[in-house]
């Protein structure tokens, strides 16, 4: 009998010994959620609960822009890199035509002209007509430069003539037209030597 309660003191005193201490944790991630226990295991699944931060985050909506309050918000980071380290195209004898750029139809009382140098920004100008007046002469730098145009009932003919060629290449330049409601309606660029024009005709209904 003796011995079997030495027996049983010498068990459990390995088993007091045999228990580990588990570290606290600093972890401060989703709470672990049970949920029912599936039909395959029979035990709960513990999932990750987010929390109320990353759900905000997630609910959120991206913003968007309004272009015609920050025109410059036009352009894209491959603009920014493209304008930073491109140079102009080599000024060909073909830049000395003139370039038709489209045309189309609109029902509101006037178009946004937003235009730019979309190659190496050397001081480029052009002149704008409509219906062959003089509307506004234009430096394009790397920012879009607004230029609002009321239109006259049928075609109206939007003329832009390079004035110089800036200090390399010829007078290059991106267009983005914008209708009264906001729409974008035309997308183009041009590439002209001193002289040549890019017309542009649009329709009012």
């Keep these: 009998m003796k011995f079997i309660y030495t027996f049983l003191f010498f068990c459990f005193t390995l088993i007091s010994y045999g228990q580990i201490d588990l570290p606290a944790t600093n972890n401060t991630g989703g709470i672990l959620k049970a949920e029912p226990e599936t039909k395959s295991s029979g035990f709960p699944i513990l999932r990750a609960e987010e929390s109320n931060e990353e759900s905000k985050y997630l609910r959120e909506k991206p913003k968007t822009i309004d272009f015609r309050e920050k025109p410059n ?3 894209t980071a491959g603009d ?4 930073k380290w491109t ?11 003139d370039q038709y750029l489209g045309d189309f139809k609109t029902t509101g009382k006037f178009v946004e002209l937003y235009c730019r140098d979309h190659q190496f920004v050397d001081g480029d100008q052009v002149n704008i007509y409509v219906n062959g007046n003089f509307i506004k002469r234009v430096v394009l730098g790397s920012g879009y430069h607004p230029v609002l145009v009321t239109l006259e009932s049928g075609f109206n003919n939007i003329e832009f003539e390079a004035i110089n060629q800036g200090s390399s290449g010829p007078n290059t330049a991106q267009l983005k037209v914008l209708e009264e409601n906001g729409n974008l309606v035309a997308s183009k660029e041009w590439n002209l030597l001193t002289g040549a024009k890019a017309s542009l005709i649009v329709v009012k209904e």
């Design 87 to 97: 140079a102009d195209k080599e000024a060909l004898n073909k830049y000395k035509e």
């Design 73 to 75: 918000n036009l352009k």
């Design 80 to 83: 920014a890199v493209k304008e």
